[in-house]
Nanobody
Framework: VQLVESGGGLVQPGGSLRLSCAAS????????LRWYRQAPGKEREWVAS????????SYADSVKGRFTISRDNAKNAAYLQMNSLTPEDTAVYYC???????????WGQGTQVTVSS
């Protein structure tokens, strides 16, 4: 099982980034996906979720209206489109997958997002 995040980097406030999560080793289309983030000195926090079929999404209040989670089950990939970024969005972003029959999560290694002028 492998989850690999990519797309992070340095962006100015107000800018956008699109994170990707490439999955392998499990039935991707049968897994709920979540994005989390962890800022320096803070606990990991949930950012967004998407159901296995992609029909249901939910967001943390801090990113609602600015971030969009999506997935492409044909490509075994998930995405997090992040707009109107602020320095408070600076964190390592993680992709997590949980098969619908499981109570355990798979995790990626994370990708760094830094919002700074």
């Amino acid at each position: 099982v492998q989850l690999v995040e990519s797309g992070g980097g340095l962006v100015q406030p107000g800018g956008s980034l699109r994170l990707s999560c490439a999955a392998s080793g499990f039935t991707f289309s049968s897994a709920r996906l979540r994005w989390y983030r962890q800022a320096p000195g803070k606990e990991r926090e949930w950012v967004a979720s998407i159901s296995d079929a992609g029909s249901r999404t939910s967001y943390a209040d801090s990113v609602k209206g600015r971030f969009t989670i999506s997935r492409d089950n044909a490509k075994n990939a998930a995405y997090l489109q992040m707009n109107s970024l602020t320095p408070e969005d600076t964190a390592v972003y993680y992709c997590s997958a949980r098969p619908i029959w499981s109570t355990s999560d798979y995790w990626g290694q994370g990708t760094q997002v830094t919002v700074s002028s």
